[in-house]
């Protein structure tokens, strides 16, 4: 079946390092996969989206490559800011099914000052 | 817009209880799904709806039914509340037409004692 993985260990970095979260996943090959940041009592908001035939794609200080030989991808964060803290989820779509995901379990950023 | 709004923000009911989880979206969105939110488990897809008069099961349906009531509107119940079904609950909607990044509600944070 399909499997979701990212560090579940938390991810403490100092102001201004870049920030670079895993996300793989195995038993299958996804047409895209997304990027998501969820904030403390607050729902998921959307970052990023990559395809299978983008090996890479930025937005302002963000960055996600896509490597399905690897059957990986990487979350960038650039010039990381303490607002930058929170919890980062990646999700590839359920069996290439639309736009039903499977999240992985996230993985907490903490920017210190 | 509002976006996707979500009631009640918390509840907490008593075993063998019922209740209905209210969801909105007013994005004009074709689909919507339900997911319950567990510390360690990530985000897990109860229900969804692909479209306007059309509900499926997600990973974890048991225990919950779920109403498109129109292309607003797509309802969570609870018929027989259990300890089990004590999570934080979040709707999302797609635009769909290739659009697949999902927005998500605030979340309904309900306790089953």
């Known amino acids: 079946s399909q499997k979701i993985e990212q560090n579940s260990e938390a991810l403490n970095i100092q102001e201004g390092k870049t920030a670079t979260l895993t996300c793989n996943y195995t038993?299958?090959?996804?047409?895209?996969l997304q990027w998501y940041r969820q904030d403390p009592g607050r729902g998921p908001v959307f970052l990023l989206l990559?395809?299978?035939?983008?090996k890479e794609k930025r937005k302002e200080r963000l960055k996600v490559t896509f490597d399905t030989t690897l059957k990986q991808s990487l979350f960038h964060i650039t010039a990381s800011q303490p607002a930058d803290s929170a919890t980062y989820l990646c999700?590839?779509?359920?069996?290439?099914?639309?736009?039903?995901?499977?999240f992985g379990q996230g993985t907490e950023l903490s920017v210190k000052p | 817009n509002a976006g996707v709004t979500q009631t009640p923000k918390f509840q907490v009911l008593k075993t063998g209880q019922s209740m209905t989880l209210q969801c909105a979206q007013d994005m004009n969105h074709n689909s919507m799904y339900w997911y319950r939110q567990d510390p360690g488990m990530g985000l897990r897809l109860i229900y969804y709806?692909?479209?306007?008069?059309?509900?499926d099961k997600g990973e974890v349906p048991n225990g919950y039914n779920v109403s498109r009531l129109n292309k607003r509107e797509f309802s969570l119940r609870l018929e027989s509340a259990a300890p089990s079904q004590t999570s934080v609950y979040f709707c999302?909607?797609?635009?769909?037409?290739?659009?697949?990044?999902?927005?998500f509600g605030p979340g309904t944070r309900l306790t089953v004692t």
């Open positions: 999700a590839p779509p359920i069996y290439n099914q639309g736009g039903k995901l499977i």
């Open positions: 990559i395809r299978e035939n983008e």
């Open positions: 999302a909607s797609i635009p769909g037409q290739g659009s697949y990044e999902q927005y």
């Open positions: 709806s692909a479209s306007e008069g059309t509900t």
């Open positions: 038993n299958y090959s996804p047409a895209y």
